[in-house]
Nanobody, 115 residues
Framework: QVQLVESGGGLVQPGGSLRLSCAAS???????MGWYRQAPGKQRELVAT???????KYGDSMKGRFAISRDNAVDTTYLHSNKLDPADTAVYFC??????????WGQGTQVTVSS
């Protein structure tokens, strides 16, 4: 059974920090892991992805504000940010893809940046 278990998120003050984690299980030939987000009334957008080999891709305006990392031993990816802005309020979705181009999504975790 495929599972992407997300943790972290919640209410964060402007300028605060964020750490999300996503643990994958049941996925054969796992390659890419990463994060997308979707704000109310907007399309889902890329935050960052990382391959098993460590190649990283950031979405527009994400580089320098978010950092993605990964522990291949436990198929877990992490997303970290030190300077959150209210515009970062969104549901953050974990994403995984295999070498065979099969895609999987987590259920999403809400991040609200507000004072």
């Amino acid at each position: 059974q495929v599972q992407l278990v997300e943790s972290g998120g919640g209410l964060v003050q402007p300028g605060g920090s964020l750490r999300l984690s996503c643990a994958a299980s049941g996925i054969r030939f796992l390659n890419v892991m990463g994060w997308y987000r979707q704000a109310p009334g907007k399309q889902r957008e890329l935050v960052a992805t990382i391959t098993r080999a460590g190649s990283i891709k950031y979405g527009d305006s994400m580089k320098g504000r978010f950092a993605i990392s990964r522990d291949n031993a436990v198929d877990t990816t992490y997303l970290h940010s030190n300077k959150l802005d209210p515009a970062d309020t969104a549901v953050y979705f974990c994403y995984a893809a295999t070498y065979k181009d099969e895609d999987y999504w987590g259920q999403g975790t809400q991040v609200t940046v507000s004072s």
